[in-house]
């Protein structure tokens, strides 16, 4: 497996609070991914970054925020967790964004908003 | 809406039989197309991937045939085995991935 890990792996917390969700690698990749994966939704896209401090929005990026200060480390915060982002929250490494596109995953954070 | 499209949501094969997948595709300017096996608790992990300029790619077991005038792809699993049940989920990249929506593969032994 990619160097890749995810903290926490599961978490409970209440609608309104906020939460931060980490993805660590040891690859030196140069692209990271959050993905949420939904039963019905398959995995859609929430923020992507393509190098330290340079990010951008995916398809569901409302409610989220991200934050990338090193190479090794993108985080992913829900500024006010409401209940339609219980979920299960996956992070992706990429090595570059020309040539070759394969995408490694880390082990996902199940995250449940009460 | 959904970019990419995928059938069926679930799948039972016997033992040694061939499990076939389907995904479809409207935007033309996708291209990359990968295939992820996901087992519970787990993250996608990539199975195999095509460009639009082949037709076919096959991998030990595993082969994606690309239409690329239908605009779809599948993915063929030879020879199934009960640890390919699974979930898997087909994808199309421009700029960033798309999901389809997942197909659960169980393989009965």
């Known amino acids: 497996d990619a160097g890749i890990t995810q903290s926490p792996r599961h978490k409970v917390t209440e609608t309104g609070t906020p939460v931060t969700l980490r993805c660590h690698q040891t690859?030196?990749?140069?692209?990271m991914y959050w993905y949420r994966q939904d039963p019905g939704h398959g995995l859609r896209l929430i923020h992507y970054?393509?190098?330290?401090?340079?990010?951008d929005k995916g398809e569901v990026s409302d409610g989220y925020s991200v934050s990338r200060s090193k190479t090794e480390d993108f985080l992913l915060t829900l500024e006010s967790a409401t209940s339609s982002q219980t979920s299960v929250y996956f992070c992706?490494?990429?090595?570059?964004?020309?040539?070759?596109?394969?995408?490694?995953f880390g082990p996902g954070t199940r995250l449940t908003v009460t | 809406q959904q970019q990419v499209k995928q059938s069926p949501q679930s799948l039972i094969v016997q033992k040694g039989g061939i499990s076939i997948i389907n995904c479809a595709y409207e935007?033309?300017?996708?291209?990359?197309f990968p295939w992820y096996q996901q087992f519970p608790g787990k993250g996608p992990a990539l199975l195999i991937a095509?460009?639009?300029?082949?037709s076919e790619k096959k991998e030990g077991r595993f082969t994606i045939s690309f239409n690329k005038s239908a605009k779809q792809f599948s993915l063929h699993i030879m020879d199934s085995q009960p640890g390919d049940s699974a979930t898997y989920f087909c994808?199309?990249?421009?700029?960033?991935?798309?999901f389809g929506t997942g197909t659960s593969l169980t393989v009965i032994p």
């Open positions: 970054s393509y190098g330290v401090k340079d990010t």
């Open positions: 994808a199309a990249r421009r700029d960033q991935f798309y």
């Open positions: 690859e030196n990749h140069r692209y």
């Open positions: 095509i460009r639009p300029d082949v």
């Open positions: 992706a490494t990429q090595l570059s964004g020309t040539g070759t596109y394969e995408q490694y």
């Open positions: 935007n033309t300017a996708f291209d990359y």
